[in-house]
């Protein structure tokens, strides 16, 4: 950096490159005993000729570089600018025709003792004779590099104003990157943010030690703190580098075994600092500077594992290490003095740690601004979820709720029906042990008469027997509806269907009527099919139980039972000559133990609610309404079934 606007103006008016513009060839003092005058006696043969300047690597020799400077107007000035700055020992020897005179400088002199008030270091050459060479004797603790140039004074000061303004525009964008991820760091409380910041000051401070700005600015009355800060820095920023790079590649969940290796190095290269200011420091630079820019490939070798495992911002971060990696090669091969020192090997990486590090910013703000998408994403599915989860619960409470609702009706309603049952099953008793009681009185009656007076003629005796048998038959219908209206009221009843003539079971259940000697049979089946498919046991009970009613409410007279049928039902209809209905009555009767009005007639109120229970469980229904001619009438009609 400390030569990089001054590179861009080479071979312009009133600058002159060493090694380019103007030669320059070198001498190994290994002991560095040699003089000036021993040196300036050596024949050009035994110097090594050099290009763009001198790359001697990490030692302890001494060099001698040997150059010529331009040809200037008579009484004219050169300035001699040398860099880096820090070299420990730089000493110019000029000849005046008649001995050698001395200029000392290097970053162990104190900054007010430079001949230029310059971060660089800037010797004037005082009397430069056309053709008579100069020498500088080098020596320095740290890596031997040397690249120089000679500057008329006004092109010197025409480079340094552009330049330094090319170098604080420089600083001040690194700064500000620095306070945004130092700022990002706390706000988000992010490690990475906070590593990144830190490496980056590291950086910067190290740009600075490199360029001079530390003994210009910080360090100007203690030189040899200036000369520690470049070796403190240059362990610490890669150390530092090692840690940011793990962090962000995430080496301890990507790779594990990756990310010790690199945590441990980070911690070595912390712990060399110690060799700063003792005589390892230069095996510990190189051991540091070698290891971190290999570790530096194989990131790269694991960004791009990433990159195809599609990891957020992983390209921009591949791209990062990448060009630091490639930007870092010449500098490593000018510190090998594999290459000669040029301007991209020296100062390439210190213009590209900048682009370096804003490639790394861009990066942790996408994956910053991809996290947060996706943190809103997996919140929109949390949300989502638990609305989901939320109206599945609201349903499940409500499916719950209806559930114990209708538990409870059904509870209720078990409740309701059981105190129902239990008030049915009271008055069925009280009714049907007055039902019970009448025949059974009848029956006893006339046991008794024929026991205490038996009878005196045959025609005596058949009016017992008749009666006897008229009070048996009434308690075997009687038995017979409650059997029937229990099996009907059981759930798994279904009727037993068959194919039988319903002219024989309008007979046979009209038998009731000629038990009666008040009564008169009138039968009309004429109309009625051959054959149809009933259950003929509930069928018979429900004519009889009809006919039955006919007999209880009409003193005497005729019951007539007809029967007629159409393509989808039969019909029987029932009638007496009895005092009829009255209108509340004509519906009420066929409820369970519901009575008509006449309360002198005896019965349980069950025949008729059997009646429609069978009917309506052979797709059919009964009704009843007043005769034409007065008396009641009962319509009992089922569903046709065709037989076999």
């Not at 390209?315 to 990062?320: D, P, S």
Request: hydrophobic letters at 45%; one cysteine or more; charged letters at 20%.
């Amino acid at each position: 950096m400390a030569l990089f606007f001054s590179g861009a103006c080479r071979g312009e008016a009133g600058h002159w490159s060493l090694g380019v513009d103007a030669p320059l060839s070198a001498l190994e003092d290994r002991d560095g005993k040699l003089s000036v005058e021993q040196v300036a006696a050596l024949p050009d043969s035994a110097f090594r000729s050099l290009s763009g300047g001198l790359s001697a690597g990490y030692g302890s020799a001494t060099y001698w570089l040997k150059t010529v400077p331009p040809q200037v107007p008579a009484g004219g000035e050169l300035l001699l600018e040398i860099g880096p700055s820090y070299l420990d020992d730089i000493v110019l020897y000029e000849y005046d025709g008649s001995a050698w005179h001395s200029k000392v400088t290097g970053d162990l002199q104190p900054y007010a003792g430079r001949d230029v008030g310059y971060r660089q270091f800037v010797l004037r050459v005082a009397h430069p004779e056309a053709g008579t060479p100069l020498f500088l004797r080098v020596r320095s603790s740290s890596v031997i590099t040397l690249r120089g140039a000679f500057w008329a004074p006004v092109g010197f000061a025409a480079m340094v104003v552009p330049e330094s303004l090319l170098a604080g525009a420089f600083f001040g964008v690194a700064g500000l990157s620095v306070l945004l991820a130092l700022f990002y760091g706390l706000w988000l409380r992010s490690r990475v943010f906070l590593v990144y910041g830190l490496t980056l000051t590291l950086a910067m401070g190290l740009v600075a030690a490199l360029n001079g700005f530390h003994a210009q600015l910080v360090f100007r009355d203690f030189p040899l703190l200036a000369n520690y800060s470049v070796s403190v820095f240059v362990i610490l920023t890669q150390a530092c580098s090692l840690w940011l790079v793990a962090e962000l590649l995430e080496t301890r969940r990507h790779f594990p075994r990756f990310d010790r290796v690199l945590r441990r190095a980070a911690l070595v290269g912390a712990i060399l600092v110690a060799t700063v200011f003792g005589a390892y420091y230069r095996y510990a630079a190189l051991t540091v500077l070698l290891g971190s820019w290999l570790l530096m490939a194989s990131s790269a070798v694991a960004a791009l594992r990433l990159v195809r495992k599609r990891a957020n911002g992983m390209r921009i971060i591949l791209a990062a290490v990448t060009i630091h990696v490639i930007a870092l090669v010449p500098n490593m091969l000018m510190i090998l003095a594999v290459i000669s020192p040029g301007f991209w090997s020296m100062y390439g990486w210190q213009a590209e740690i900048l682009v370096h590090m804003l490639l790394l910013h861009s990066a942790m703000l996408w994956r910053l601004r991809k996290n947060e998408e996706d943190q809103r994403s997996l919140l929109g599915e949390a949300l989502n979820a638990s609305w989901e989860a939320e109206r599945k619960l609201d349903a499940r409470v409500a499916e719950r709720t209806s559930d114990l609702n209708e538990a409870r009706h059904r509870l209720e309603f078990a409740l309701a029906s059981e105190r129902r049952l239990q008030l049915e099953q009271r008055q069925f008793m009280s009714m049907v042990s007055h039902e019970f009681r009448t025949p059974l009185a009848i029956i006893n009656s006339v046991s008794i008469n024929l026991a205490e007076f038996p009878p005196l003629s045959r025609e005596e005796m058949t009016e017992h027997s008749e009666q006897i048998l008229r009070a048996t038959r009434r308690l075997a219908r009687l038995v017979d509806n409650c059997l029937t209206d229990e099996r009907l009221d059981q759930a798994a009843f279904t009727p037993q269907l068959e194919a039988v003539s319903p002219s024989e079971l309008a007979r046979e259940a009209a038998e009731i009527v000629e038990w009666s000697p008040r009564h008169r049979l009138q039968l009309d089946l004429d109309e009625l099919p051959p054959a149809i498919v009933c259950d003929p046991t509930l069928v018979r009970i429900a004519i009889s139980n009809l006919l039955d009613n006919a007999i209880k409410y009409s003193e005497s007279g005729t019951i007539s039972l007809s029967g007629s049928a159409d393509a989808y039902a039969v019909k029987f209809v029932v009638t007496d000559q009895g005092p009829g209905l009255r209108g509340e009555d004509a519906e009420r009767i066929f409820e369970r133990f519901t009575r008509g009005e006449n309360k002198k007639v005896a019965g349980a109120g069950l025949g008729l609610y059997v009646v429609r229970r069978i009917a309506r469980l052979h797709g059919g229904d009964v009704s009843a309404r007043n005769g034409r001619e007065g008396g009641a009438a009962f319509e009992f009609e089922i569903r046709r079934g065709e037989a076999g």
